[in-house]
C-alpha cells in the first residue's frame, strides 16, 4: 500500500515561531509537494521537489521554505509563524514529473496537517 | 491568468441517482486532468484522468468528459452511493518555471441524500 504520512495531524503554535511540518513517503517517488487548503480557495502549491536537495517554489513560496535532505522526507519550514498561516497542509508525492502515462502521474496525498497560529 | 474553477460549491443528489459535477479551466494549453476526491478528514484522493487528445474516459462509476473547445471538465458518477458523499477537486497542468504542475479548483461539495 503506498503511503505518506505526515508528522502531525494537527498543530498550534504562537506568531514568531518556528514551525516544522514533516512529510514522509514509502514509495521511492522522485517528486514531493507542499500544498496548503484553504476555504473557497482550494489547494495551492507552496513548494515542490524533484530530486534530494532540489526545489522549486510554488504559487506562494512567501513565508515558507522546504528542505529535501533524503528522498523520503520533504519538510516544509515556517521561519516565523504568521496568522495567516493558519490552514491545512497537505503533502503529496508522485512518480513522474506529469509525463506521458496517465496514472503514473497521480499524487499520492498525506492525511493532512491542520495548523492554527494563534 | 490561468485558473481551474467549479460551477457550483455544493450539489445534493438522492442516493441512487447519477450526479454531474462541472469544472471550467481557463489555460488552454493545458493537456492533462484529473479528478480528486476528498472525504472529511483526508487527503485527496485520485479519482480518473483524462488527457486533453481525449474526448470521455470512463472508470468504475465515474466518467470524466472533456470539452476543450468550451474548456469544461466534468465529472459524472452513476448510481450515486452514501460513500461518494464528499469534496470533489478538479486539476489541470500547468507550467511553472518549465515544469508542470496542477492547478486546483476550489472543490464541490456532494451530499448524498438517503
Known amino acids: 500500500d503506498v503511503k505518506v504520512t505526515q508528522s502531525s495531524r494537527y498543530l498550534v503554535k504562537r506568531t514568531g515561531e518556528k514551525v516544522f511540518l514533516e512529510c514522509v513517503q514509502d514509495?521511492?517517488?522522485?517528486?514531493m509537494f507542499w500544498y496548503r487548503q484553504d476555504p473557497g480557495l482550494g489547494l495551492r502549491l507552496i513548494y515542490f521537489s524533484y530530486d534530494v536537495k532540489m526545489k522549486e517554489k510554488g504559487d506562494i513560496p512567501e513565508g515558507y521554505s522546504v528542505s529535501r535532505e533524503k528522498k523520503e522526507r520533504f519538510s516544509l519550514i515556517l521561519e516565523s509563524a504568521s496568522t495567516n498561516q493558519t490552514s491545512m497542509y497537505l503533502c503529496?508525492?508522485?512518480?513522474?514529473?506529469?509525463?506521458?502515462?496517465?496514472?503514473?502521474?497521480?499524487?499520492?496525498f498525506g492525511p493532512g496537517t491542520r495548523l492554527t497560529v494563534l | 491568468g490561468e485558473s481551474v474553477g467549479l460551477h457550483l460549491p455544493t450539489l445534493s443528489v438522492q442516493e441512487g441517482d447519477n450526479s454531474i459535477i462541472n469544472c471550467a479551466y481557463s489555460n488552454s494549453a493545458s493537456d492533462y486532468f484529473i479528478w480528486y476526491k476528498q472525504e472529511s478528514g483526508k487527503g485527496p484522493q485520485f479519482i480518473i484522468d483524462?488527457?486533453?487528445?481525449?474526448d470521455k474516459r470512463q472508470g468504475q462509476r465515474v466518467t470524466v468528459l472533456l470539452n476543450k473547445t468550451v474548456k469544461h471538465l466534468s465529472l459524472q458518477i452513476a448510481a450515486t452511493q452514501p460513500g461518494d458523499s464528499a469534496v470533489y477537486f478538479c486539476a489541470e497542468t500547468s507550467i511553472i518555471q518549465g515544469a508542470q504542475k496542477l492547478v486546483f479548483g476550489q472543490g464541490t461539495r456532494l451530499t448524498i441524500n438517503p
Open positions: 514509495m521511492d517517488h522522485e517528486n
Open positions: 483524462i488527457r486533453s487528445n481525449m
Open positions: 503529496a508525492s508522485s512518480l513522474e514529473w506529469l509525463l506521458a502515462a496517465s496514472s503514473l502521474d497521480e499524487q499520492f
